[in-house]
């Protein structure tokens, strides 16, 4: 009986239940919008990380890792047949690739860069990371010995096309200056702007006249199966527990899961995400103020009905529970349609995306401070619905409280006045 006339009460006011309704579940819908545009970005760093920079376990030789800023090239790993065996002994490791990077300088007409070098077997890196799928202009490469690919916005900064000759300028293994000229064969764009705008790639058969190797590979890559679906905490466990065992078997190597690497990065983006909770506060806070604005206006209006209750012999409790009720009413119709309106702007950014390269054409991605470039797409995560909904109905109690407190002690003589 009590929640049919809540019901019936909250839907005498409908203009001031609607703006009400309307203000908490625009918050609700801008908390879930956010949630989903943020796990969205977590996962494509993550993907990013794992299929174009360092996979998802990478291996240094101890030597290599204390000094690894200056690119040492004789710290190189020298049992890479032994390690492969152990690595590819894990069901869900697909693949392991050698590579090894260097710092050198790019020069091209009269311009230069710096740039970071990675130097790849090509069959090898194919089955850890997706670089040649990321080619924009050109092609991957054919014998490798003269060829390099290099980062798109790179090559848009100084003017490069695909087939023209550059000149690269490095330190060998033995320390002293090299420099040899290439031609470009492909460029690639990546959902990391660090590749797309200081990257360039070479074979191993190329790098050995540029750097003097002589077999020298200073890092293993690893790529861990990541079945569509999975959560990034789920897949960062199977990471770890993989790593961890490999670490055991290989002592005299520092072995790194991609959350060691990028741990504080990818928290700075949890951090980031909290925002959204105080967004979401703000707006429910002026929602609250509009429940309690809605229930005490009807304590008000309603003195009389109040003291005809109390006449008939409801006790204050039940009063009290009215008025609780029609906060919790308000509050399922704001949460319901703040999830709707949630999941309706889910659907957009989840299948069409914000493409934040038109939206900032012509402008780096380092230069807005996005951590990704492209297309982001959100995720689905059915957690931040009920979450939401939970948080306007809590809200939306706390608020009714105070006037229904008021309401359940007005005395009936008190009430008479207004009759």
Sequence with gaps: MLLKMAIRNVARHKRRTFLTVITMAVGLMFFIFFDSLFVGIDR???????????????IYSKEYDENKKAYPLKKGIKDVDRIFKLAQSFKDVEGV?????????????????????????PELD?????????????????????????????????????????????QTKYETHNALDFVVSGLI??????????????TYKGAEKL??????????????????????????????????????????YKVYNFMDIYGEFLLLMQQKKATTFIITFLILLIAAVGIVNTILMAVYERIKEIGVLLAMGFKPKEIRK????????????GGLFGVLLGVLLDLWI???????????????????????WGVIYGEWNFGAFILSFCFGLITALISAYIPARYASKLKVTECLRFV
Excluded: C
Excluded at 189 to 202: F, R, V
């Design 44 to 58: 494509m760093v993550v993907e990013g990380l794992v299929k174009y920079s360092d996979s998802s376990i990478i």
């Design 211 to 252: 750097l003097d190797l002589e077999g020298s590979i200073t890092s293993l890559h690893i790529k861990v199966k990541w079945p569509k679906g999975e959560s990034i905490p789920a897949y960062t466990k199977r990471v770890a527990n993989i790593a961890s065992s490999l670490q055991k078997d290989l002592p005299e």
């Design 350 to 372: 989840i299948y069409s995306g914000i493409n934040f390269a038109e939206m900032y054409s012509g402008i780096k991605a380092s230069e807005i401070g996005m951590p990704v």
């Design 97 to 121: 690739a050698t590579r090894t990077q260097f710092l050198g300088e790019l020069v091209y007409y009269g311009k230069s860069k710096y740039i970071i070098g990675t130097v790849i077997n």
């Design 189 to 202: 764009s990546t959902t990391i702007p660090s590749i797309n705008e200081a990257s360039l790639i070479l």
């Design 322 to 333: 009215l008025f609780l009720l029609e906060g919790m009413v308000i509050g399922v119709i």
């Design 126 to 170: 194919e089955r850890v990371f997706e670089i040649k799928d990321s080619i924009k202009e050109g092609k991957y490469f054919s014998d490798g010995e003269n060829e390099v690919i290099i980062g798109i916005d790179l090559a848009r900064e100084l003017g490069i096309t695909v087939g023209e000759s550059i000149t690269i300028i490095a």
